[in-house]
């Protein structure tokens, strides 16, 4: 079992952002369009990481430098939960190779535990872009220690676990759903945008009226009010953000251990449960009461 996950999760790992295509294609055409795209990713990432140094650093300035392991644990977790959303259906359920691999003598353990460890990698270059970067400012300028830092870089390893988790859950419902729809990208576009706004009017729900009067105590207020909100939002901040600041051992292990056994709780159903979905998802549905109209062409933006 443990080589056919070896295997195959090299196989998944071999087509993260089309390498695989843009490695052996012959095609100028693909070759140049992937090498903009790697560039386009690059450019994205550089500027992902100037905006969380500079988020931090800011905070760490005017003296909320404890915001900042929670900032940077919170954003990672809803940036890898919207990235992986719309990825782990079509990657966990892929159809254009499930039949070739119900035909051979493949464990479907071993399959989707493949499949999972892709998505689990591109969950954790997320969080590494976003984490790393803060995480590293708070450790040079606040000094929490030997026992903060190790949590830190621990942390950067765990906490996408429990995105990713919730990721295929909300991947599954949206695959589901746009598996019967014409339009499935503008549902899916749609679907982003709404989380985004709801995100972003979640976390512009911040008092202000402790910026009146701009001094220390009204800043110590406001910092505990933010580390408040985004405690609330999302507990496992809480969990991760004090084993940073605080050297929590207890809460680290909690929220380690909910991750991990919900993570394999998830892997385990989908093992079981992984040919009657994928017969659910991809079964195709014909209506005979059709009627031949006026047919028209329209463009691919329209």
């Not at 701009?214 to 405690?231: N, P, R, W």
């Not at 496992?236 to 600041?245: M, V």
Request: charged content about 15%; some cysteine; overall charge positive.
């Amino acid at each position: 079992m443990m080589r056919q996950i070896r295997i195959l999760t090299k196989l998944e790992l071999a087509n993260i952002f089309s390498l695989n295509v843009l490695r052996y294609t012959k095609d100028r055409k693909s070759r140049n369009t992937g090498i903009a795209l790697g560039i386009t990713i690059g450019v994205l990432v550089l500027m992902a990481i100037s905006y969380v140094s500079g988020m931090s650093y800011g905070y760490i300035k005017i003296g909320l430098g404890d915001i900042v392991p929670a900032y940077v644990v919170f954003l990672s977790s809803i940036l890898t939960l919207l990235f992986c959303a719309f990825k782990a259906g079509k990657i966990i359920f892929k159809e254009s190779c499930y039949d070739i691999f119900s035909s051979m003598p493949i464990k479907t353990s071993s399959l989707v535990i493949s499949r999972y460890i892709r998505l689990y990698i591109e969950g954790l270059m997320v969080a590494c872009i976003v984490m790393v970067p803060g995480v590293a400012l708070y450790g040079v300028f606040e000094k929490p220690g030997l026992l903060g830092i190790i949590f830190g870089l621990l942390a950067v390893v765990i906490v996408p676990i429990l995105p990713i988790t919730l990721s295929v859950l909300l991947g599954l419902v949206i695959t589901g759903i746009t598996s019967r729809m014409k339009n499935k990208a503008l549902f899916e576009s749609v679907f982003a945008v709404a989380i985004v706004v709801a995100i972003f009017i979640a976390t512009s729900l911040v008092p202000t009226e402790e910026l009146e009067n701009f001094d220390m105590q009204a800043m110590g207020e406001l910092a505990s009010k933010l580390i408040d909100m985004l405690y609330k939002i999302y507990p496992p901040t809480a969990w991760f953000s004090k084993a940073i600041c605080e050297g929590d051992v207890v809460g680290f292990i909690i929220g380690t251990s909910i991750s991990i056994v919900l993570f394999a709780l998830v892997i385990f159903l989908t093992a079981i449960n992984f040919e009657r979905i994928n017969r659910e998802i991809h079964r195709n549905f014909a209506k005979h009461n059709y009627k031949l109209g006026e047919l028209e062409s329209k463009s691919i933006m329209k």
